[in-house]
C-alpha cells in the first residue's frame, strides 16, 4: 500500500510539472526592443545591471519577445558607410554583436553580449568559454562581410525610431519618450507593471 501511494505521488508529481511546464510555454510575451551601442557606457551600465539580471536571474526572458538592435547614434551615409558614435571600434564591436544575434538565440545572445559589455574589449572568446557557446558561425559572419553590410539592416530599424540618446527601449513596439528614465533605471520593475497592464498576470517576484 505505502509503495502504491509514493508511487501515486510520483506520477502525480510529473503530471503536474508537466502541466506547468506546458502552461508556462504558452505564457504571453511582451515585445521589448533595445536600441544601443556596444561601447556606449549607459548602454552598457543598462545591458549589464538592469536588463540582464532581470531577463536570466528573475526569468523575465521567457515572458519577453526580445530585441537588441546594435546601431543607435551610429549614421549610415548615402555611401552606405557607417560612422558610429564613439570610432571605428565601437563599429566594429556593433558587428560582432550583429553576428552574434544573427547566430543564435535571444537567450545565447543575451548571454554573449551581456558578458562582452562588461570591457569594452572584444573579449567574445572568453565568454563564449564561459558559457561553453560554439561561436565558429559568429567569428565566420564577421570575417565573411564589411562591418557596412553587416550593420545596414540595424541602420534602417534604428532609423524608424525617432530618440535622441541610448539606450532607447521600446515597449510593445511602441517607443514613448516620456517611458525611458523608468525603463532605464527601473527597469525590472517597470516590466512587471507594463506586463500586468497588457495581459492582467502578475509574474512571480514582481
Not at 38 to 63: E, G, I, W
Not at 109 to 121: D, E, F, P, T
Request: hydrophobic share 35%; with cysteine.
Amino acid at each position: 500500500m505505502k509503495s502504491f501511494t509514493v508511487f501515486l505521488l510520483l506520477t502525480f508529481g510529473i503530471v503536474a510539472c508537466s502541466a506547468r511546464h506546458h502552461h508556462e510555454a504558452d505564457a504571453p510575451k511582451l515585445p521589448i526592443t533595445l536600441y544601443y551601442e556596444a561601447l556606449c557606457p549607459y548602454c552598457m551600465h543598462f545591458v549589464t545591471t538592469q536588463l540582464n539580471p532581470s531577463m536570466v536571474r528573475k526569468d523575465r526572458l521567457h515572458y519577453t519577445n526580445l530585441t537588441l538592435v546594435p546601431f543607435g547614434n551610429a549614421h549610415l551615409n548615402e555611401k552606405g558607410e557607417v560612422t558610429c558614435q564613439h570610432g571605428e571600434d565601437e563599429c566594429e564591436m556593433n558587428a560582432w554583436h550583429a553576428c552574434i544575434l544573427e547566430h543564435n538565440d535571444i537567450n545565447i545572445s543575451l548571454k554573449l553580449i551581456a558578458c562582452m559589455m562588461r570591457g569594452r574589449k572584444n573579449n567574445l572568446d572568453k565568454c563564449a568559454n564561459r558559457y561553453g557557446i560554439d561561436v565558429t558561425a559568429v567569428k565566420d559572419c564577421k570575417s565573411a562581410r564589411s562591418v557596412d553590410e553587416i550593420l545596414k539592416k540595424y541602420a534602417e530599424a534604428t532609423a524608424q525610431v525617432d530618440f535622441r540618446g541610448v539606450p532607447a527601449i521600446a515597449v510593445d513596439n511602441e517607443f514613448k519618450s516620456d517611458d525611458q528614465d523608468e525603463l532605464s533605471d527601473n527597469f525590472d520593475q517597470t516590466f512587471c507593471a507594463k506586463y500586468k497592464a497588457k495581459f492582467n498576470i502578475r509574474l512571480k517576484n514582481c
